[in-house]
């Protein structure tokens, strides 16, 4: 396995260098968020609190494996020849990390609909997991297929997902006050910043794709071929050109996407603070009801 690649003439080397940094601070993150999970005893609540620390580690360690050895489904693309860096492990660890993503999403939501009586955050809570496997199962039909009309299909659910999250959120902002509304402020901006990266650049970049394939009359693969193909075929390289177009959506996937998941996972030892800052109770409003 050569390593002359890795010169700082090569932009493709600098951008996995940072991947690598990246990685290794959402890791010791995590270790830190470990440690303040550790130190609470071991009551059902806690269990709960265990269990978002588990989804947030399977995402974590699952984007850390994916920044070591990055690759591109359709393509077959990689950084090293390695059966690690075959579609088949990578987007297995990519479907289990994304759907402990979103369920951690859900986890959150539905006891914000708790704390605040919301039939309509409870139900998206409830809507947004299912949804995310229909997107794994397109983007899976993408890999086996090559066919980029899953990707597309993929990520506008994406799209309808954190759209409907944004829905939720918009819906709480205003329950609270004080540092918990500033909270959901952020998130819900973080949320829009997703939405637009999605709508304007990853969802069109996969439909042109797709319409290109199509206007080439690219032959797919059948499910057995792409099965197959998934499992022993990938290619090595770290040319710029084969890369650039991926650069993006890794990077912010393997950093901001990252964060989020830990910030989700903190919300578990700090969600006991949630009451103290409604901005009318449950009680009052019942009444009012």
Known sequence: MGFDWLAWSNPVAIWWSVLLAASAANVALW????????????????????????????????????????????????????WLSSVAVGRSVATIAEICFVIQWAIVLRYFARVTKSDTVLNISNAIVPMIVVAEICSWYAVLTTSYLGNTIENSIWAVTFLLIAAALLRLLYEFRGVV????????????????????????????RWLADLDNGKQLLGVAAGLYDVSTRWVVTHDFAQWKDEIAWMSLYFSTAVWSSLLLCSFGLLQHWLRRYRVRPATVRARAG
Do not use: H, K, N
Request: proline share 2%; hydrophobic share 50%; charged share 20%.
């Open 31 to 82: 270790f830190v968020l470990y440690r303040q999970f550790r130190r609470r005893s071991f009551d059902r609540a806690t269990l709960r609190l265990e269990l978002m620390l588990l989804l947030c580690a399977a995402y974590v360690f699952g984007c850390a494996f994916r920044s070591v050895l990055p690759r591109a489904d359709v393509q077959r693309i990689c950084l090293f020849d390695t």
């Open 181 to 208: 509304q500033l909270g959901i402020g952020l998130a819900l901006a973080g949320v829009a910043g997703y939405l637009a990266f999605l709508i304007t650049i990853d969802v069109p970049m996969y439909y042109d």
